[in-house]
Nanobody, 117 residues
Framework: QVQLVESGGGLVQSGGSLSLSCAAS????????MRWYRQAQGKERELVAS??????????NYADSVSGRFTISRDNAKSTVYLQMNSLKPEDTAVYYC????????WGKGTLVTVSS
């Protein structure tokens, strides 16, 4: 069955960095677009970044709020997607979820990122 397991969250000061990982299994990872979402307390879940593998490389997209600070990447050999987060701000505080759309949406359990001011 499809499994997505996030790791790497934690507490960091404003301006700091964190790297999230999502280990995937149960589907053909290399041909599946992968996404990171986040949900802050009291807010709706929002798309942070996505990455798709193509014949000529990877296509990446970012939310305006994280563009230039976050980088999404993937290692198809390890079936893992990453999110490098730099210059973190308190407003980045949220639970971060890994997502794969394979007929239906699959989600990990999430990892909490807390950015202190």
């Amino acid at each position: 069955q499809v499994q997505l397991v996030e790791s790497g969250g934690g507490l960091v000061q404003s301006g700091g960095s964190l790297s999230l990982s999502c280990a995937a299994s149960g589907f053909t990872f290399s041909s599946t677009a992968m996404r990171w979402y986040r949900q802050a307390q009291g807010k709706e879940r929002e798309l942070v970044a996505s990455i798709t593998s193509t014949a000529t490389g990877h296509v990446r997209n970012y939310a305006d709020s994280v563009s230039g600070r976050f980088t999404i990447s993937r290692d198809n050999a390890k079936s893992t997607v990453y999110l490098q987060m730099n210059s973190l701000k308190p407003e980045d505080t949220a639970v971060y979820y890994c997502n794969a759309l394979i007929m239906v949406n699959y989600w990990g359990k999430g990892t909490l990122v807390t950015v202190s001011s």
